[in-house]
């Protein structure tokens, strides 16, 4: 599998709370210094922080570091305290008299997931974070499951536990490309057989639909046999990925895009108006793509794009694989079992 860390220069910090109502928490990417950094965000209810700063046209390119957080929008602002740390630490982009950190974040739902719907991150969860991430070593080992922002997140309509996870691909030229994902969606992994060996309990597949006559029929069954209570459809799948490789802005951008598609692979349905699913890109610059021609770009770009759509599906697997069940006061998440 592998891990985002597989980028040389990237490290990864979590914090999270579990106890005492809480069921939430914060995970910060941190990349080298002058890492490009763009984003593309496809569902219908995204929770996101400096994202207009990442566009291609914008004055910066670079990117200090990446928050992921539960709390919805209410935890955005430990983005205030991710970018804090990196101004203490001389990060970010020149200005006269100091530095401004280009922290873009995003949020997954998970309020009252633990019992009390005001325990949620704040800046100092967000400051922990980015220092603890900061404390890594280069090509650390990345903790998966329910840490971070992946503490509160689930799967099916609420049914399951989703999580943290991670993977990584090394191409053929030497670009390694990975990726990191909280999996907090609405459907369930794509594909996967209904029965759960050995029991008799039925897994389900939500939202499904098929186009006929223009109209699209019935999904087959909602996550946990019945219909969804008030609020359990509010979900996102959150996703960074990194490449050593050396993109311009509007290639990341692009590579964002193009990462997407592994998020449709692994989760059924994906993109809804209920999911505020987004990806982010980050390129160091380490390695050099073959430009020799124009032909050779493409070939290069394909390749490595093709790689961030596996690397994301494979990350998303691991995410919800590596989750275990947790039982709060608002009730169990059960473990997901391939």
Wanted: proline share 5%; aromatic share 4%; charged share 20%.
């Amino acid at each position: 599998m592998g891990s985002i860390t597989d980028v040389p220069g990237l490290r990864v910090g979590h914090r999270q709370k579990n106890d005492g109502g809480w069921l939430s928490g914060v995970t910060v990417v941190l990349p080298p210094p002058g890492t490009v950094g763009s984003v593309d965000v496809r569902g219908g209810g995204p929770g996101t922080h400096e994202t207009d700063a990442l566009d291609p046209t914008t004055l910066v390119s670079t990117v200090d570091a990446v928050v992921l957080t539960g709390g919805s929008a209410y935890g955005l602002v430990s983005a205030h305290g991710a970018q804090r740390w990196c101004e203490e630490q001389g990060r970010g982009f020149e200005v006269q008299g100091g530095v401004v950190p280009i922290v873009p974040g995003a949020a997954i739902f998970d309020l009252g997931r633990g019992g009390d719907f005001s325990a949620r991150p704040d800046a100092g969860m967000g400051y922990a974070a980015a220092a603890a991430a900061g404390a890594e070593e280069d090509g650390h080992d990345v903790e998966r499951g329910n840490v971070g922002a992946g503490t509160g997140a689930v799967i099916g309509r609420g049914k399951f536990k989703g999580g943290v996870g991670t993977a990584s691909v090394t191409l053929e030229n030497g670009v390694v490309v990975g990726a990191l994902a909280v999996v907090n969606a609405l459907g369930l992994p794509f594909g996967e057989a209904v029965g759960d060996p050995g029991t008799s309990e039925q897994r389900v597949e939500p939202g499904s639909v098929r186009l006929s006559e223009e109209r699209a029929s019935t999904p087959r069954v909602s996550a946990a046999g019945t219909e969804p209570g008030p609020g359990t459809q509010l979900n996102t799948t959150l996703v960074v990925v990194a490449t050593n490789a050396a993109l311009d802005p509007a290639e990341c951008k692009r590579t964002a895009s193009a990462a997407h598609a592994g998020l449709a692979r692994a989760l059924n349905p994906s993109h809804t108006l209920a999911d505020g699913d987004t990806v982010f890109c980050l390129a160091t610059g380490a390695a050099t793509l073959d430009r020799r021609t124009e032909a050779a770009r493409q070939v290069s770009l394909i390749t490595l794009q093709s790689a961030a759509a596996d690397v994301v599906r494979l990350a998303i697997r691991d995410g919800i694989g590596s989750a275990e069940a947790v039982t709060t006061a608002a009730g169990t998440f059960d473990a997901y079992r391939f």
